[in-house]
């Protein structure tokens, strides 16, 4: 292929920021970078101050490919002061389905002699970490700790993969001009620009849409993906806090979705959220949305993310608190939000070429577990995009169309907890939605 082309690559985010700079470091010479924001873009899923790293997964590739990220998060000298090593606890009850996601994790650890420690029961799991002090995963609390585990500072990873970009002589185009809306295309299905809100076409000969949850609402993905908000929540420490917790172990209850990061140093907050179904946002009349079958968007440009939360994803995160550390669960929250996930049917991401285009391809469908792979994304999706993936992997994370007209999708991977889906209603969409329209 040629290497002086120009490649334009919609989204500064972990797929987009990975494949750019993969893509250089190949000798790639023109490459263009467009969103709503410089990278960390405020309300983007890679954005934030904590991700879970962790190679614990009951699907083999998914195992083999976690634990190959987590060696170099773990060993290059480049993360050390963004990825830190922590224990983490899975836990659940063995009343509940979800439990053979867990059976098949710890198969996969098996598997490859990777460490894991069973433990017994709840009392078991508050011997090894006395500062647990609430009654943890009940009924029949089954579970095990992972040591070799840990999380990473997602700010400081994107921008560290941003300047790595700059450096490169990768391009970027942000706000209004580098806000896509849409493509120019012929008849052929030959992309020749994309359409921002502002600003002349910006033109390339190949494409790359990595705009994560807010991809559905520039192209038809026949409902290959689903943009789902998820709830965050943050408690602000003090001082005798932070020493008091500071070695506390992300615990995750997989029943319940529930899970929490360590306190975190720079901004003394305990963070903590719910991996569930989530909920959908139907677009509105002014959203960047230019797909009519879209079903579900976040909120148009918005410079954070808002602070707020439906009342029962309130209840749920607090209810986590209480289960894990009670004393804290009825303290003020110092903010809430909610994170948009790309979620597939399975689980699985997508790495492939839009069906309706001959020159683009979509990366994305993150699904509320990419972030991890993010020192080991870039090498798959520019194999992906040079149709050089092995072939398991080609069918794993290809763009499916098949889902179109039916309704039995997004059963995940089996790792998701809580109740299912909603719909947010019309009164927590203005609160969401409150005031950004007229930003645009």
Not at 218 to 235: D, E
Request: proline share 5%.
């Amino acid at each position: 292929m040629d290497q002086t082309t120009k490649i334009v690559i919609i989204g500064a985010g972990l797929f987009g920021l990975t494949t750019a700079k993969q893509l250089a470091l190949e000798g790639h010479q023109n490459i263009t970078v467009l969103d709503r924001h410089m990278p960390p873009v405020p309300d983007g899923s890679s954005s934030d101050i904590s991700r879970v790293i962790r190679f614990d997964y009951a699907d083999t590739d998914y195992c083999s490919l976690a634990y190959e990220a987590y060696r170099k998060w773990s060993q290059e000298p480049k993360y050390k002061g963004i990825f830190y090593q922590t224990d983490y606890v899975i836990a659940g009850s063995r009343s509940t389905p979800e439990k053979s996601w867990t059976d098949k994790t710890i198969a996969q650890l098996d598997k490859r002699h990777l460490p894991y420690t069973r433990l017994a029961d709840a009392a078991d799991t508050k011997r090894r970490f006395p500062i647990l002090t609430g009654e943890l995963a009940q009924p029949n609390f089954e579970g095990y700790l992972n040591k070799s585990g840990g999380w990473a500072d997602a700010n400081k990873a994107i921008k560290q993969l941003r300047d790595e970009c700059l450096e490169l002589g990768i391009s970027f185009i942000a706000g209004r001009a580098g806000t896509v809306v849409g493509f120019d295309s012929d008849a052929r299905g030959v992309i020749k620009a994309v359409k921002t809100i502002e600003g002349t076409p910006v033109r390339g000969d190949h494409f790359i849409l990595a705009a994560g949850a807010w991809s559905s609402g520039i192209v038809p993905t026949y409902n290959s993906t689903l943009s789902t908000a998820q709830a965050l929540g943050f408690l602000r420490l003090t001082d005798d806090e932070m020493i008091r917790y500071k070695n506390i172990p992300i615990y995750m209850n997989y029943a319940t979705g529930w899970f929490n990061f360590p306190p975190h140093e720079d901004t003394k907050m305990l963070k903590f959220a719910v991996h569930g179904w989530g909920y959908t946002r139907a677009p509105s009349k002014g959203d960047n949305n230019s797909v009519k079958s879209n079903i579900s968007v976040p909120p148009p440009v918005s410079r954070e993310r808002k602070n707020f939360v439906p009342a029962d994803a309130e209840e749920r995160l607090r209810a986590g608190l209480r289960e894990m550390l009670p004393e804290l669960a009825d303290r003020a929250l110092a903010r809430v939000a909610l994170c948009w996930y790309t979620d597939t049917p399975t689980g699985d991401f997508i790495m492939d070429y839009h069906p309706d285009y001959k020159n683009l391809f979509v990366g994305g469908g993150g699904s509320g577990h990419a972030f991890k792979f993010l020192p080991v994304l870039g090498e798959c999706m520019a194999s992906a995009w040079k149709r050089k993936l092995p072939s398991h992997l080609a069918e794993k994370w290809k763009f499916h169309t098949e889902y179109e007209h039916r309704e039995d999708t997004f059963l995940g991977d089996g790792s998701r907890g809580g109740p299912e889906r909603r719909e947010l209603s019309a009164a927590e969409k203005a609160k969401l939605d409150g005031g950004e329209r007229s930003k645009l």
